[in-house]
T-cell receptor, first 109, second 116 residues
């Protein structure tokens, strides 16, 4: 069975500080991993996916198969980054997306 | 970009009545849509996968007779909560995947259902 774990429900950092949101997964196949973000009063939207190896809004995430992790990082957090972040794993065989429990990031001024 | 529209955004109904939630893909065709439920302070839980022209696939523990899903066209899926009870009060979110390999999911804005 696939599982996504986000160990931190709440994370607070000061503006300009680095931030790392942790995500670990359990999956027997080759994973497709995503980070989704939900800003206050807005819909859930895709932030980035591991296959694209892109940086969106200064965020990056590297898939580490050895550690089964896909941590989200940003070197200098901004107040507008405050949001709920979900890590998700897509199973091609089951064609379903499994979400972690989410991490509420608050960037303090 | 791809947009998924969900309606209504908020609904209050009395216990015992049924409520229909619509999910539309506005600028793409979605052969598959997904319905999620989110309890307060918890993660999104997949309820069912809606397949155009065929029966939905329900996750374990989800009552298919209570949560009726219809995917009559390539741009519309509906979720009907039948004989709603207060414990059905929750946030329901639909999503659809744009065509193409490794394409991401796009989410509706969600529907806040309150059963009184």
């Amino acid at each position: 069975a696939q599982r996504v774990t986000q160990p931190e429900k709440l994370l607070s950092v000061f503006k300009g500080a680095p931030v790392e949101l942790k995500c670990n997964y359990s999956y027997s196949g080759s994973p497709e991993l995503f980070w989704y973000v939900q800003y206050s009063r807005q819909r859930l939207q895709l932030l980035l996916r591991h296959i694209s190896r892109e940086s969106i809004k200064g965020f990056t995430a590297d898939l580490n198969k050895g550690e089964t992790s896909f941590h989200l990082k940003k070197p200098f957090a901004q107040e507008e980054d405050s949001a709920m972040y979900y890590c998700a794993l897509f199973s091609g065989s089951a064609r379903q997306l499994t979400f972690g429990s989410g991490t509420q990031l608050t960037v303090l001024p | 970009g791809a947009v998924v529209s969900q309606h209504p955004s908020r609904v209050i109904c009395k216990s015992g009545t049924s409520v229909k939630i619509e999910c539309r893909s506005l600028d793409f065709q979605a052969t598959t849509m997904f319905w999620y439920r989110q309890f307060p302070k918890q993660s999104l839980m997949l309820m069912a996968t809606s397949n155009e022209g065929s029966k939905a696939t329900y996750e374990q523990g989800v009552e298919k007779d209570k949560f009726l899903i219809n995917h009559a066209s390539l741009t519309l899926s509906t979720l009907t909560v039948t004989s709603a009870h207060p414990e059905d009060s929750s946030f329901y979110i639909c999503s659809a995947r744009t065509p193409g390999r490794n394409s991401p999911l796009h989410f509706g804005n969600g529907t806040r259902l309150t059963v009184t």
